[in-house]
């Protein structure tokens, strides 16, 4: 399967060691109730309306070649005058994300960096992240997979040799306040981060840190249960950036 990607970061200084080349994939089999990225939930191409950009000149009307039933096609993102309206998801071939990839090889080799596989979850995508991990590492590039863990650890088997480094989300160690901030509980996610550990893989655990949620006592038993599995542990800052990207989800559905 060919997933979608729905961001390409370059020059990115936030999604691992040195100066990195972020790619976004989409779909996720958890449901996060702040997610950041909302339009990385579907493994779908969405439309989205921004309408703080919307101007009404019709002109999206007039190009539409399926008024009644919409079909994503993107005519109407191709030629709307404000760019009020945006798709999300593009397919790309692994050589071309590759292509994407090496253009930033110079700063990837001064800085420590490379390129990292986020989401969504990347790694519901084993077969497509183990070939583009390993045109990467053919070329000299080091590899970071950003992920929940949520997946077969047969998944994690396909990418380790090609991988150098695992940014690992832990939301919550409590498994109920896992499953009511997430919709799953988190033992699968706890065994492979022990699994990743016997590995020898380089780990940084990553929490967002949510308001009312994982802030308080949760937190610090997080930061416990990483020292004395000598992880590195990062906290990411809860921000609203999210809900715009889900009104412009949910504006399009409202037309």
Request: hydrophobic share 35%.
């Amino acid at each position: 399967m060919t997933p979608l990607v729905f961001d390409i970061k370059r020059t990115s200084t936030t999604d691992g060691p040195g100066i990195r080349t972020a790619v976004f994939f989409k779909g996720c089999n958890l449901d996060c109730r702040w997610c950041h990225n909302p339009e990385s939930k579907s493994p779908r191409v969405q439309l989205g309306l921004l309408t703080e950009k919307c101007v009404g000149c019709g002109v999206c009307r007039t190009v539409c070649v399926h008024p009644d039933s919409c079909v994503i096609c993107g005519k109407c993102t191709e030629n709307c005058p404000a760019e009020a309206r945006k798709l999300y998801g593009r397919e790309y071939t692994a050589d071309e994300l590759h292509g994407i990839i090496l253009a930033d090889r110079d700063y990837y080799l001064a800085t420590g960096g490379g390129v990292t596989f986020s989401g969504g979850e990347c790694m519901l995508y084993p077969d497509f992240m183990a070939e583009l991990a390993e045109k990467c590492v053919n070329s000299g590039i080091s590899v970071a997979i950003d992920t929940a863990g949520n997946v077969p650890w047969s998944h994690f088997e396909k990418i380790l040799p090609f991988s150098d480094c695992f940014l690992y989300d832990i939301k919550a160690l409590d498994p109920d306040l896992h499953k009511a901030g997430t919709g799953a509980d988190n033992r699968l996610i706890l065994e492979n981060l022990d699994k990743l550990i016997s590995a020898g893989k380089r780990i940084i655990i990553r929490t967002p840190v949510i308001p009312g949620y994982n802030d308080g006592d949760e937190l610090e038993k997080i930061k416990a249960y990483c020292a004395r599995r000598n992880l590195t542990h990062e906290l990411l800052p809860y921000h609203a950036i999210g809900e715009s990207k889900k009104a412009a989800l949910e504006a399009i559905n409202h037309l």
